[in-house]
């Protein structure tokens, strides 16, 4: 795995945990406002808090498809692009992004030409 990759999953993780530090943190002020019932917030169940998603960094994605594209998914990526609705990164729209993440992690198995195609180093006989 490049260094690269592996500091963007670091940043990931960190906003991840920030997330979820808020929402514990707001947890715990609404646990301190008192109640109806009477009874202590900390008796209670604390109901499980969705973290909102941010967004990811054009700089993020851009980053990640370059490595894609240095890894021989050069026309893979142009494709996801193209099904995104654009020619370039730019023309993708922001909300997209998690999910041309996604589909460019999965190229990994895919095949980069026709020599994986058939299997092996050689054309086919």
Same mark, same amino acid.
């Given at each position: 795995?490049?260094?690269?990759?592996?500091?963007?999953?670091?940043?990931?993780?960190?906003?991840?945990?920030?997330?979820?530090?808020?929402?514990?943190?707001?947890?715990?002020?609404?646990?301190?406002?008192?109640?109806?019932?009477?009874?202590?917030?900390?008796?209670?169940?604390?109901?499980?808090?969705?973290?909102?998603?941010?967004?990811?960094?054009?700089?993020?994605?851009?980053?990640?498809?370059?490595?894609?594209?240095?890894? +021989?998914?050069?026309?893979?990526?142009?494709? /996801? =692009?193209?099904?995104? @609705? !654009?020619? #370039?990164?730019?023309?993708?729209?922001?909300?997209?992004?998690?999910?041309?993440?996604?589909?460019?992690?999965?190229?990994? +198995?895919?095949?980069?030409?026709?020599?994986? /195609? =058939?299997?092996?180093? @050689? !054309?086919? #006989?």
């Amino acid at each position: 795995m490049s260094k690269v990759k592996l500091l963007l999953d670091v940043v990931q993780d960190l906003r991840s945990l920030a997330d979820s530090v808020q929402a514990v943190a707001d947890a715990m002020m609404r646990s301190d406002a008192p109640d109806d019932t009477g009874q202590d917030a900390a008796v209670q169940a604390p109901a499980h808090v969705e973290p909102k998603e941010k967004p990811i960094p054009l700089e993020t994605v851009r980053a990640f498809l370059g490595q894609k594209s240095r890894e +021989g998914y050069t026309a893979e990526v142009r494709g /996801l =692009l193209q099904k995104y @609705g !654009a020619d #370039k990164l730019s023309g993708v729209d922001p909300r997209y992004y998690p999910a041309l993440m996604k589909d460019a992690e999965e190229l990994s +198995g895919a095949p980069k030409g026709p020599a994986d /195609l =058939l299997g092996r180093g @050689g !054309a086919a #006989k």
